[in-house]
């Protein structure tokens, strides 16, 4: 039997109706299990927070390669989707929330490695200062002209005083180590210039003209003052190396003369080796080789040749000597801190024991710095500044001592201070004078005493560190946390701190300890203190110089950046 037309008709309209009302359906089932819309808005906002953070970081200087593990983790989330379901639209949510909560966490991470970055960078530009301030120091005490460099380590304490992110850190490294890579070139081409004066001179006993000589040393001591960077320094290098070399063609005609002062030159030079313990077999053979030849030598260029073989011979003796006097030093330095010691020991009532006055100078302070240094050097001007430094040493050590025999008040000026001022051309700054033998800090002003405190020290474990240090940084308030781990016999817990400015790379700080009563002689060492925490007012620091809080304060209120801080 057929369908009319008209049954077809409304059969057809019928199964579209069905249609529709099961697509009408599907959609609302759809819709239902799609998830929770908030849900969702949290994911997406938690990722855009993320890309910000990640900008921010990125902006601020933080390595691509630090923030790689982040970059890497949300590029896999991204590729993730949302399971499908049709009927239970928990999955869906499950999933926002996850998503949502792993952004969260890769913010966190994030955060954490800006602060890490930040942390390190700042730690590398402290470092880079204190030794930019130590190559200042060492070229200051042998009367270079620095101007410009001291102008320079201003401009960069000023720039870590304003420095936030790791791309200011960086740029304050960066500068740091230009600075002082001059500041070695400064010395280097120094000595050059020294060593063409002593020709002049010679050239000058030997009544020859020197007035052209004499023009183009005058200029150069110009061009050495002026130099700021290795580029310059090295081309008045090469400049001078030309100069000398004429000047050896100008004193042709007094060789002989030249020649044997040159030969006494080798000789001290010979005497210094054997003085610094060092086998001068060979130099010596050159030495006797020269005196034999000089008396052989006879005709003009016979006596050329042999001022050139006497310069060889002292310029091959240069590395050896210097690396000598280095090693020689620093020996001498370190029996000089240990004879002294012993010979002049703390007895400690409190506890029986005896103690060396001089912690700072033995192996757990400055002692094993210096020995590192020497360990360390490679080219002759590497050995060149551990003599600087050990030289220093024993300068400060010496003082030390004699302020040790001093009986003048601590609250008074005293004559160690002031030549420390005077070796350090610190006349003219803001310093905070520490004296590890009174346990007292005296604050000067332009070479004037404005104020005095008496201070608690680093205990002989863990002493205060010698030397002439820039402010690395100045923290009101802040949170010291232990760098030692619990069950150490250094540990302390997080500790509060009001005033504190940082002298020394490592966490060496001045600063107020509110936990003590007694401060100065003595209290370096195990003591019974009178009303402090007896669990930490009992020893001396962890190398920090300790204050009194209000005077912390006054020390705090008063000084800026460019403050020097001297322990001796």
Not at 85 to 90: E, G, K, P, V, Y
Not at 340 to 368: E, K, M
């Amino acid at each position: 039997m057929q369908t009319s037309r008209r049954g077809r008709h409304v059969l057809r309209a019928g199964q579209a109706i069905i249609a529709v009302l099961l697509l009408l359906s599907l959609t609302t089932v759809l819709t239902a299990c799609g998830g929770n819309a908030q849900v969702q808005q949290q994911a997406a906002q938690s990722k855009t927070q993320l890309d910000q953070l990640l900008q921010h970081a990125q902006s601020i200087g933080v390595p691509s390669a630090s923030l790689q593990p982040v970059l890497a983790q949300e590029q896999q989330l991204n590729g993730t989707s949302a399971p499908l379901s049709l009927f239970n639209s928990q999955p869906v949510d499950q999933y926002y929330h996850n998503l949502a909560t792993r952004y969260t966490q890769l913010q966190l991470q994030t955060q954490g490695v800006i602060t890490t970055t930040t942390a390190q960078d700042q730690s590398l530009a402290q470092r880079a200062m204190q030794d930019f301030q130590t190559a200042l120091t060492r070229q200051q005490v042998a009367h270079l002209p620095v101007q410009y460099f001291e102008q320079q380590f201003s401009l960069n304490q000023s720039l870590l005083a304003a420095a936030h992110d790791p791309k200011d850190y960086v740029i304050i490294t960066k500068n740091a180590h230009s600075n002082q890579q001059a500041l070695d070139a400064l010395q280097t081409t120094a000595g050059q210039l020294k060593i063409l004066n002593t020709t002049i001179q010679q050239m000058q006993t030997a009544k020859i003209d020197i007035t052209a000589m004499q023009t183009q040393y005058q200029n150069d001591q110009a061009l050495l003052t002026a130099a700021t960077n290795i580029q310059s320094f090295q081309t008045l290098s090469t400049l001078i190396d030309a100069q000398y070399q004429q000047a050896i063609v100008t004193t042709t005609l007094a060789i002989p003369y030249v020649t044997a002062a040159k030969l006494s030159e080798l000789a001290t030079q010979i005497a210094q080796l054997k003085q610094y313990g060092m086998d001068a077999s060979a130099y010596q053979k050159r030495l006797d080789a020269d005196h034999a030849t000089m008396q052989q030598t006879k005709t003009l260029a016979a006596y050329q040749t042999f001022a050139k073989q006497i310069d060889a011979d002292i310029a091959s003796m240069h590395d050896t000597l210097v690396q000598g006097e280095a090693s020689y030093l620093i020996k001498q330095f370190h029996q000089e801190v240990d004879s002294w010691g012993q010979a002049h020991l703390y007895h400690d009532s409190f506890n029986g024991q005896n103690y060396v006055l001089d912690a700072g100078y033995q192996q757990a302070g400055i002692g094993s710095d210096l020995d590192n240094a020497l360990a360390n050097a490679y080219t002759p001007d590497d050995y060149q500044s551990v003599v600087d430094e050990a030289q220093n040493a024993l300068f400060n050590l010496h003082l030390m001592e004699q302020d040790y025999s001093d009986k003048t008040p601590y609250n008074q000026v005293h004559a160690t201070d002031m030549a420390m001022l005077d070796h350090y051309q610190l006349q003219g700054k803001q310093v905070l004078m520490v004296s590890l033998a009174e346990q007292a800090m005296r604050v000067y002003q332009d070479g004037k005493l404005v104020n005095s405190f008496q201070v608690t020290t680093g205990r002989n474990e863990l002493p205060s560190v010698p030397g002439v240090w820039p402010t690395l940084d100045r923290l009101s308030p802040t949170v010291f946390k232990s760098p030692d781990p619990p069950g150490s016999p250094y540990w302390y817990p997080d500790t509060p701190i009001h005033y504190a400015i940082l002298y020394h790379w490592g966490g060496y700080f001045v600063h107020d300890s509110w936990w003590r009563v007694n401060y100065g002689p003595g209290t370096q060492f195990p003591h019974y203190d009178t009303g402090g925490d007896e669990s930490f007012a009992g020893s001396g620091s962890h190398g920090c110089v300790n204050m009194q809080e209000q005077q912390a304060a006054w020390v705090y209120a008063n000084t800026n950046w460019n403050t020097m801080i001297v322990i001796y």
